[in-house]
């Protein structure tokens, strides 16, 4: 499909450029349009005022309130604040309104520079039922399944029992996994589609619907494309995205590890061919899912995607630097034959959720914000920092944490150390189940597919390990040093402290709580070495604190360095055996607090009542659904702790409710 000559005012030279967009790839793009001697202008919502990118902008403007379809989805606020403001070209990052046709035109319509593709290119391509069908013209190779514009139930009905089940039902527009379900038999299609179009609407304003056959064992790969406005258009390798958890990326890498060099250059040529059918500008990504035997195409992404950064450190290219060329009017820096690939790099996906509650999004205040160096190959890709709120408006990813080293395995241990030396507070974190995944031997092994999260979930989300003598002389030290305020320069003993030190011998009892298990430590002190006393046995003791967070602790000659976060009596500790929430016991009393009923269904977290599933007086089973959530732009379905009467139902659709509000109560069966 060929498409008009490109109009060459839609791209030229500026020098001031309005990310519109927020977090991390708001970040991300501002950095590389500083390093270019561009002027960079933030947006932000009453929600972000104190946000990161904010600060790292040169400017930033306020378009409106939290909720992102009036501030961040608003294309006529954006618009205003570029008016205002002066700039003359717009990212949108991705996310938010990056594929966005509406938005690419109204920004050519101000005369503005959409740093992506045209509105046409878009519409062509960011439909995935319209590039399906545009797809099979061009003859890439497709996925059977339906992609027509007819969306009444009876035709969705009719054609997912012609395609087959187990299908994938998901949204015509926008990505990252929501509005897809996967549907396993006919009584589930209903329910699934209509609740794939309340997330796809909420998400992406746009609830049209396509069909497909679900590929049982599937691997997600992807082609990085980049094409200009002179014709040119070339790959930048694959990306393996298998690694998954409903149908939202986790884990990327590149290059694919289950590709040999005929099979890299046959998908990429693919990729070629998927985005030269319509002359595509810009950076660009085209997505192909495979039963071990064949590339199937399933959608093209018109914008950056999350995990470009694994590209750009197998090939030395900035990707966001290349999309700001192209939108200079400059022709690609490369050739083809020109684009090298060097090593492997990895990535993980920091998010504020909880994978021991199903993954429920955390929001809160970040107390505490510690990432290693970006040295040897380590890269971290931030939107957050200490003291920010994660707010429930907003997608829950905090940070990527990206590995480069000459061969897999060596990417996959450096991207472990990055992982478990990510220590981030006052919410709850994914940190610890990334670094469980990657070192998962079938992750290391390359034996996995779509399905394999899921599959391992126990494994990858075991219950914390019991403190050890290590772990409780550590939180010894690091209550000890809290309360003295050992200064930032190492000292020996920070119970030596000058004025502390009595005469003699003494005992001080520490009695800490990890879970329902308690464990007791006894600091001997004074004349002498310091010991502590766990049980029966007795270990010399030796602390020097490096900073308020690091310091090293010395148990009978035995050095190690450790991680220490006091929160009132919630300490945080990473030792060498891993990470320990330890509570310590008030020794003046004060730990009682008030437990919600069992039997009261309450807010997780702050969001909005998208659908009551249950009515008043239903009987129900244990686990049956009562009411969805929409949290963070995704749906959570609370369920019936035991098998009871509903009672009562405190919430209508459409309630905005806070944390902790009563929602539902069920009335136990009598026995």
Avoid at 29 to 37: D, E, N, Q, S
Avoid at 91 to 119: R, W
Avoid at 210 to 220: A, F, G, M, Q, S
Avoid at 567 to 585: A, K, P, S
Wanted: net charge negative; glycine share 8%.
């Amino acid at each position: 499909m060929a498409h008009a000559e490109i109009p060459k005012a839609l791209y030229r030279r500026f020098r001031t450029l309005l990310i519109a967009n927020r977090g991390e790839i708001a970040c991300r793009v501002i950095r590389t349009a500083r390093a270019m001697g561009l002027r960079t202008v933030a947006v932000y919502s009453e929600a972000d005022a104190n946000a990161l990118h904010v600060t790292e902008a040169d400017e930033a403007v306020l378009i409106g309130p939290a909720r992102a379809r009036d501030s961040y989805l608003s294309i006529e606020r954006i618009l205003e604040a570029a008016r205002k403001t002066g700039a003359e070209a717009i990212h949108p990052g991705y996310g938010f309104l990056s594929e966005s046709a509406e938005f690419a035109q109204a920004c050519a319509d101000a005369g503005l520079i959409f740093v992506g593709p045209t509105a046409d290119m878009i519409t062509a391509m960011g439909s995935k039922s319209g590039s399906k069908a545009l797809m099979e013209k061009a003859g890439v190779p497709l996925v059977p399944g339906y992609h027509g514009e007819a969306q009444d139930d009876d035709i969705l009905a009719k054609a997912a029992d012609k395609i087959g089940f187990p299908l994938l039902v998901k949204a015509s527009a926008g990505g990252g996994g929501r509005g897809m379900r996967v549907v396993r038999s006919a009584a589930e299609l209903a329910p699934a589609i209509v609740s794939a179009k309340r997330e796809a609407k909420a998400a992406f304003g746009d609830d049209r619907m396509l069909i497909e056959k679900y590929v049982d064992n599937p691997r997600h790969i992807e082609v990085q494309i980049v094409g200009d406005s002179h014709g040119n258009l070339v790959s930048l390798f694959e990306r393996e995205c298998t690694l998954q958890r409903r149908h939202q990326k986790v884990i990327e890498e590149a290059p694919s590890p289950t590709l040999n060099d005929a099979q890299r250059e046959a998908v990429c040529a693919a990729a070629r061919k998927a985005a030269g059918a319509v002359n595509y500008v810009g950076a660009g990504t085209i997505e192909f899912v495979s039963d071990g035997k064949e590339v199937f195409f399933i959608e093209m992404n018109t914008r950056l995607q999350v995990e470009h950064p694994v590209t750009e450190l197998i090939t030395g290219v900035d990707l966001v630097e290349w999309q700001l060329r192209v939108a200079f009017g400059e022709k690609l820096p490369l050739a083809q034959d020109q684009i090298r690939l060097n090593g492997h790099a990895i990535e993980a996906r920091v998010y504020a959720e909880n994978p021991h509650k199903n993954f429920m999004p955390s929001v809160g205040r970040i107390r505490t914000w510690r990432t290693p160096a970006e040295t040897n190959g380590l890269r971290i890709d931030a939107g957050y920092r200490e003291g920010d709120a994660v707010s429930p408006n907003y997608d829950a990813m905090l940070a990527k944490v990206i590995a480069w080293a000459p061969t897999r395995d060596a990417a996959i241990n450096r991207l472990n150390r990055g992982l478990e030396e990510t220590d981030i507070r006052g919410i709850v974190t994914n940190t610890p189940f990334l670094s469980a995944l990657v070192t998962h031997p079938d992750v290391r092994a390359n034996t996995i597919d779509t399905g394999f999260i899921e599959r391992e979930l126990k494994a990858l989300t075991p219950g914390s390990a019991t403190p050890g003598d290590l772990e409780l002389c550590a939180a010894v030290a690091a209550i000890v040093a809290s309360e003295k305020q050992v200064a930032r320069a190492a000292q020996t003993s920070p119970w030596q402290t000058a004025g502390w030190m009595p005469v003699g011998r003494r005992q001080r009892v520490f009695r800490f709580k990890h879970g329902a298990d308690e464990q007791r430590a006894t600091l001997n002190y004074g004349s002498g070495p310091a010991t502590i006393s766990i049980g029966d046995r007795e270990v010399g003791f030796e602390a020097s604190a490096a900073d308020g967070v690091y310091f090293d602790l010395t148990l009978d000659g035995s050095r190690s360095r450790n991680v220490s976060v006091i929160e009132g009596h919630e300490l945080y500790l990473r030792t060498r055996n891993g990470r320990f929430d330890i509570h310590w016991v008030d020794p003046f009393g004060g730990d009682d607090e008030e437990q919600v009923g069992e039997d009261k269904i309450v807010a997780p977290l702050p969001g909005t009542v998208v659908a009551l599933l249950a009515e008043e007086g239903a009987t129900l089973e244990k686990g049956a659904a009562i009411l969805t959530l929409e949290v963070m732009k995704m749906e959570q379905t609370l369920r019936a702790p035991f098998a009871g009467v509903l009672k009562n139902i405190k919430c209508k659709v459409g309630d905005i409710v806070q944390e902790g509000v009563e929602l539902a109560e069920v009335e136990p069966l009598a026995e």
